[in-house]
């Protein structure tokens, strides 16, 4: 089928508010990226009907809208020849949209810049987890015993994939070194030199140090003596925040020596420069710093769990996803992370999964509902998107452009988020956070966890239905009488 590129690049082009609004454009693979000066002036309305367009949604300053695969790069060429638009990579439109965040904007920011490139490798490594977790319960599939239990035999895949799965948690330093040293404009193989130093062997894992720090057995924790400065040989496996505040100050000091030492000796003196401060400084003061705030942090939420569970279920399911408009929902990774290392498992994991859920639950709703095909394409393939723990184009596409949905899967998260947090549901890792997320709770948690999910899937379904359907049938009346 062939498509009119002019008249829909025109078409867009009117919606947004013309070529003048435009600061940057560019496009990926599926979808146009602009950076706005002012996203006021976009007509959304008008700008769904446009052939093509399948959503839109804004995010971190970037207003994107949804063509796909092929035709984009069409309405691209189009849009830069009418409007006299600089070509421009994804990556100056990125740098443009962060010039128009606030201060808290731009700190989530580097959350979500440092953790997306490695979630893959937590993903990976919670799924495998789970698998492991389901071999090892006992009661799971059979009474009183685990499969390893049953099966001796199945003890050797048992351990290998609890081998892999321990990969990514172990060595977590070593990938949030290089992917913070890349976003802090550092070196990279820097960066994972100083994670790999944050979780030597030498040093005390979490285990041992509290056995050690509690004076088990006699144990005391081990200590370099430099000059009667006493610098305790503590390890940082699976933790987030000593290696990110580590890394941006590595950052700091080989960006400070580049252009200060000559270049006949830079390969030489930077390296050993940069890391023996930053290792020093990591060691010394980061570490411990970070470590006992990641402490405050996840005790005082603890602390409120287990004063007020419901209540602070209530809140965390209706809050998360707004929190995602915005973006801050990548600071709870770390929060996840600290947990699970310190508290054996998380409770705020099963709860973003619920969330999640939800979201995909009204958008599938709204699915049956939609009268057109747009509405209906962007709907299922959001819905399902959603389901796998991707939820913009759910919300922005389809939620939030009726409302309703949007609170009815608000309405769907918190109450899954309350059942599962009276009994005290918890995620041994972070996996796939959606339907597939049962697989990396705690095995004897999965049951209620389950229940849970039936909440975050009929709910919202029923609210969006019972409401959107009226909102709907309301809008066609009023379009009916404006056409008589």
Known sequence: MSHDY????????????????????????????????????????????????????????????????????????EMVKQGGVARATIADVKASGDAKQNRLQQLVKVFSDVFMPILPAIVIAGLLMGANNLLGAKGMFIEGKSLLDAYPGLSGLWGLINMMANTSFVFLPALVGWSAAKRFGGSEILGIVLGLLLVHPDLLNAWNYGKAAAGLDGASVPYFDLFGLHIEKVGYQGQILPILAAAWVMCRVELWLKPRVPNAVQLLVVPIVTIA??????????????????????????Y??????????????????????????????????????????????????LSNIAQGSA??????????????NMASTSAVSAFFGITEPAMFGVNLRYKLPFYAALAGSASAAVLISLGHVKASAIGVGGLPAFISIIPQHIPLFLVGTLVALILPFGLTWLLARRQLAAVSQDEAAQHA
């Open 277 to 302: 401060v930053s290792g020093f400084l990591a060691l010394a003061v980061i570490g411990p710093l970070a470590r006992h705030l990641g402490i405050a942090v996840t005790d005082a939420l603890v």
């Open 304 to 353: 409120v769990f287990n004063l007020a569970p419901w209540l602070g279920a209530a809140l965390f399911g209706a809050l998360y996803a707004p929190l995602v408009l915005t973006g801050m929902h990548h600071m709870f990774i770390a929060v996840d992370l600290q947990l699970i290392a310190s508290q054996g498992g998380t409770f705020i994991w099963p709860m973003i999964a």
């Open 363 to 376: 958008a599938l709703a709204m699915f049956w509902l939609a009268r057109n095909a747009n509405d209906k």
């Open 6 to 77: 002019q008249a829909i690049a025109a078409q867009i082009l009117e919606s947004i508010g013309g070529a003048a609004n435009i600061r940057q454009a560019a496009h990926c693979l599926t979808r146009l990226r602009i950076s706005l000066l002012d996203e006021s002036k976009v007509n959304g309305e008008a700008l769904r009907q446009v052939a093509l367009v399948k959503g839109h949604f804004s995010n971190a300053g970037v207003f994107q809208i949804v063509i796909g695969a092929g035709d984009v790069d069409r309405v691209y060429a």
